[in-house]
C-alpha cells in the first residue's frame, strides 16, 4: 500500500531512491498553437549518470524552494520512496494568485499505479488551501508527461 506524507526538509537527499530513467519515444512540440506528437528516441538516464546531472544538482535547486515555504511530498512503498512532488505556494516566486507545482516524480517501477495523480491531488488540495486562483505546472515535452497533464486537466464527462 502506498502511503502519502509530507517529508522534511533534510529528506530531500532521499530523492536518490527514484528512478527516474525512461526511453522516450514520442514527444511534444507546440506548432502553431497546437501540440504536434513527434517519434524520438531519447534515453533519459537515473540522476547521476554521466551526462546528467548530480542528484546534488537537483538537492541544492529544490532546497530553496521548501526552505521558502514550500512543502516536499513524499509517497511510500513501505519505507521506500517511489514519488515525491514539491508545492510551492502563491507569492512564494510568482504572483500572489498563482502556486507552482514545482516537481513530480514517479520511480519507473511503480509509474502507472495513480502516484502521480495522488501527488497532483495534494498539490492541489494545498494550492486551494493557500487560496491559489491558478497553479503553475512547468513540464517535459514527452508523451507521457504531457499526455498526464492533459489527462488530468481535462473534465471529466459529468463535470
Excluded at 522534511?8 to 531512491?17: G, K, M, P, Q, V
Excluded at 521548501?66 to 502563491?90: C, Q
Excluded at 491531488?121 to 507521457?144: I, M
Aim: hydrophobic content about 40%; overall charge neutral.
Amino acid at each position: 500500500m502506498i502511503a502519502l506524507r509530507q517529508m522534511a526538509i533534510s529528506e530531500l537527499d532521499r530523492i536518490i531512491e527514484i528512478d527516474r530513467s525512461e526511453h522516450i519515444t514520442q514527444q511534444y512540440k507546440c506548432r502553431d498553437s497546437a501540440l504536434e506528437l513527434l517519434d524520438v528516441d531519447i534515453r533519459a538516464s537515473r540522476w547521476g549518470e554521466p551526462g546528467g546531472y548530480t542528484v546534488q544538482h537537483y538537492i541544492d535547486s529544490w532546497k530553496p524552494l521548501v526552505e521558502a515555504g514550500g512543502v516536499l511530498f513524499g509517497a511510500f512503498d513501505d519505507r521506500r520512496l517511489v514519488g515525491f512532488a514539491i508545492f510551492e505556494p502563491p507569492g512564494a516566486s510568482l504572483s500572489q494568485d498563482l502556486a507552482n507545482f514545482a516537481v513530480l516524480h514517479v520511480t519507473r517501477t511503480h509509474r502507472g499505479r495513480g502516484i502521480g495523480c495522488a501527488l497532483t491531488n495534494e498539490v492541489v488540495r494545498l494550492a486551494r488551501a493557500h487560496g491559489a486562483q491558478r497553479l503553475y505546472v512547468s513540464a517535459t515535452p514527452t508523451r507521457t508527461t504531457v499526455d498526464f497533464c492533459l489527462l488530468y486537466t481535462s473534465p471529466s464527462p459529468r463535470d
